[in-house]
């Protein structure tokens, strides 16, 4: 095939990353609709100008004593959103042998959590097979980075009309990020927030970091996007000592929520024990927060 062949049948006018008017237009008009989008998830959580709402926990739901040890620290703490995940992608497929999914038994003890403390439910759907168990329980379904164009899953996600976390992919531009969350728009559901969760960069500082937040995409989304932006410090820098700074720069950045990880033993962890905050760690991060977040007129609930 000649080069010329190639260049003759290009048929999308503006492959790039920038977003065009055309785009806006043709491509995203429900994603940049002018509309101000507040996700209301029950009475007392709703994402929109006025609130950050706090989304922590493990990252996996190991056991029913973790689960429950974690969601009543962050009940006296006032955060209301726990995040857990019974379904878990992991890099390598042998990388733990202590660490088993827990599947649907992990999600029995997050009803559990949910029935007894009353907390809101965020869970990552790999699997069409695990929706409708998955929406039994949870009360947000995370679309983790890796199916962020999963396009099947995000349809069959949005049809559930339950909100929607779609995290971007590492590796996607803001363009590829809009025209995932508009398949999610175009189906109905309207409940949808966009989750900043780092990108891949030659210069990470060093191995424990895997990707860098991308602070600038979220006032970069805001320019264009009138639906809740959140950032997740936790699986951006991959490591617990800079989240703090990140969580600070996200909340001065305008974001919308934070997802925030937090274990009783970090080091314990049985996924990426580099990432979570300790407890003291972690509610020190909050009340800093909540003292930043009052600067620019926000609430951290
Ligand atoms: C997670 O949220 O636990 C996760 C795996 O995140 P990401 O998809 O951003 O890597
Ligand atoms: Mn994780």
């Given at each position: 095939m000649s080069k010329k062949y190639f260049i003759k049948n290009l048929t999308n006018k503006n492959p790039t990353k920038d977003i065009t008017e055309d785009d806006i237009k043709f491509k995203i008009p429900k994603i940049t609709s002018k509309n101000k989008k507040n996700v209301k998830i029950n009475n007392k959580i709703i994402f929109n100008a006025k609130n950050i709402p706090i989304i922590a926990g493990?990252?996996?739901?190991?056991?029913r004593k973790l689960i429950f040890n974690v969601a009543k620290f962050l009940k006296k703490k006032g955060i209301n959103i726990l995040r857990g995940h019974a379904y878990k992608p992991l890099t390598?497929?042998?990388?733990?042998?202590?660490?088993?999914?827990?599947?649907n038994e992990g999600m029995n003890w997050l009803d559990e959590v949910k029935k007894y403390l009353k907390m809101t439910i965020v869970t990552e759907v790999t699997e069409i097979k695990y929706l409708d168990r998955i929406c039994q329980t949870a009360d947000i379904l995370q679309i983790g980075s890796r199916n962020m164009q999963n396009l099947e899953l995000l349809k069959e996600c949005a049809l559930t009309k339950k909100p929607i976390i779609l995290k971007r992919h590492f590796g996607a531009s803001l363009r590829d990020l809009l025209g995932a969350s508009e398949h999610i728009l175009i189906e109905g559901n309207e409940r949808l927030i966009l989750c900043e969760r780092g990108v891949v960069s030659p210069h990470t500082h060093r191995d424990t970091s895997r990707f860098m937040l991308d602070i600038q995409a979220i006032p970069a989304l805001k320019e264009i996007v009138n639906y809740p932006i959140i950032s997740d410090p936790s699986h951006a820098s991959?490591?617990?000592?800079w989240v703090p700074s990140l969580v600070y720069a996200s909340i001065a950045a305008n974001c919308d929520g934070l997802i925030i990880e937090t274990h009783p033993k970090p080091e314990k962890s049985?996924?990426?024990?580099?990432q979570p905050l300790n407890y003291k760690k972690f509610s020190q991060v909050i009340d800093m927060s909540k003292k930043i977040s009052k600067i620019f007129k926000r609430k951290i609930i």
């Open positions: 493990p990252n996996g739901v190991e056991s390598f497929p042998y990388r733990s042998n202590q660490y088993l999914e827990t599947k991959f490591w617990a000592p049985k996924v990426d024990p580099l």
